[in-house]
């Protein structure tokens, strides 16, 4: 079994003449070597080329090619889906279905015999015999989804139940993105399964946004709050590159200790540093009377005032308020923290909060010990604005 990747067309004169894979090609002298399978993590721009796809026939017709690239199905859980099937039924335009890119872009398969694309689970057997099973594959059906749902005991309890689901699906993939403006957006925290959200949020528009992704927020230095960064950065200047524009650098406002993680990055892995512009949390906290906020406005979103505000959690941990001078909208975002009156005093009057309760009203010590909200404490604060938002929010998506 041979694992290969050729990650870009710079490397691909030499992978195709490396020498060393004529052990485990149909010219090999000992036949015993022939490869039975090749992985391939080479992404779909090398693996069109006709270069590779030459190296690719190299094989005998018995090798087994298994792509496993950007191509692939973003269907990895089958309790996202699902989920996401049952929300749908209780309103299709709130929970609108998730992007279940299950068809393959490149032809390849038909040029080259023996060439699969992966799919989640699917096994490869070497022993007791060589070749694919593809009866573990996971396989969306909708139909059984609804089905459970309409079992369920009751409206109320259903809804219940699925909140408290998806909330914990997403516990540990926490992003928000605000679409500032038409072209515009703003993504506030990252952890490590951003980019698989927004994938399946957003299916083939995912382009459009991260092209026109101008700010991403970082609240605080744990790990399911910025270990997706480097991902999304990449992919961003990848997009960059496909439609040949010029890469415009991105504004990242985070943490000291973020523009630290990213320099050891860039010495210990790979360059990133080239890809954004960083601003430093603290240098946009905003002043007792909230004077300073009417300055934070960056040239890549003119429109919008950017601050910060200190928040209860770990070190250097910040919110963000986030308004339009046009029209005249305010968000403040909490990221994790337990109640904070700077964050109260600054927030106030916003049209929309987004306010972070990680633990559920029992569990009081432990939100004390890890410097959480419990959702009691922003309901109660926030009870009747919020019922107000969503009556009109309910209102014009009714209308
Ligand atoms: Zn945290």
Redesign the pocket.
């Known amino acids: 079994m041979l694992v290969v990747e050729c990650p870009s067309e710079k490397f691909l004169e030499p992978f195709v003449s490396e020498s060393q894979f004529q052990d485990y090609q149909a010219e090999a002298t000992d036949p015993s070597k022939i490869a039975s399978l090749v992985v391939h993590f080479t992404p779909s721009e090398i693996l069109k080329s006709p270069l590779y796809q030459k190296w690719m026939q190299r094989f005998p017709s018995t090798t087994c090619h298994l792509i496993l690239n950007e191509d692939c199905s973003t269907v990895n859980s089958t309790a996202v889906h699902k989920i996401q099937h049952q929300l749908n039924l209780l309103h299709p335009q709130i929970f609108s279905l998730l992007h279940e890119k299950e068809e393959v872009k490149n032809d390849i398969s038909s040029m080259i015999p023996n060439t699969i694309q992966a799919c989640t689970l699917e096994r490869y057997n070497l022993r007791p015999f060589n070749g694919i099973d593809e009866n573990s594959a996971l396989k969306l059906q909708p139909d059984e989804f609804i089905e459970e749902a309409m079992k369920a005991e009751g409206f109320e309890i259903l809804l219940r139940e699925l909140k408290y689901k998806i909330e914990e699906k997403r516990r540990h993939l926490k992003m928000e993105i605000l679409k500032s403006s038409e072209k515009e957006y703003i993504l506030m925290d990252c952890g490590e399964g951003t980019y698989g959200q927004i994938l399946r949020l957003f299916g083939d528009k995912n382009e459009d946004l991260l092209l026109h992704l101008s700010v991403i927020f970082i609240?605080?230095m744990?790990a399911?709050?910025h270990l997706g960064l480097i991902t999304i950065l990449k992919e961003r200047k990848r997009i960059f590159n496909k439609l040949e524009r010029n890469y415009e650098k991105i504004r990242l406002i985070g943490p000291m200790n973020l523009k630290q993680w990213l320099k050891h990055y860039s010495m210990n892995f790979e360059n990133v540093k080239s890809l954004y512009k960083f601003v430093e949390c603290s240098s946009l906290e905003h002043d007792e009377f909230f004077n300073l906020h009417f300055e934070n406005t960056f040239q890549c979103c003119p429109d919008l005032l950017i601050s910060t505000v200190p928040v209860n959690?770990?070190q250097d941990?910040h919110g963000i308020i986030v308004s339009s001078k046009s029209s005249k909208w305010k968000l403040v975002y909490s990221?994790?923290t337990e109640p904070c009156n700077r964050l109260v005093i600054a927030g106030k009057d916003c049209s929309l909060l987004i306010h972070?309760a990680?633990m559920e009203d029992d569990l009081a010590t432990e939100a004390a010990v890890?410097?959480?909200c419990r959702t009691c404490l922003p309901r109660r604060h926030l009870y009747l604005a919020l019922r107000q938002i969503c009556l009109k929010l309910l209102r014009r998506i009714g209308s």
Do not use: F, Y
Request: hydrophobic share 5%.
């Open positions: 609240s605080h744990h399911d709050h959690h770990c941990a990221g994790d972070e990680t890890k410097r959480h």
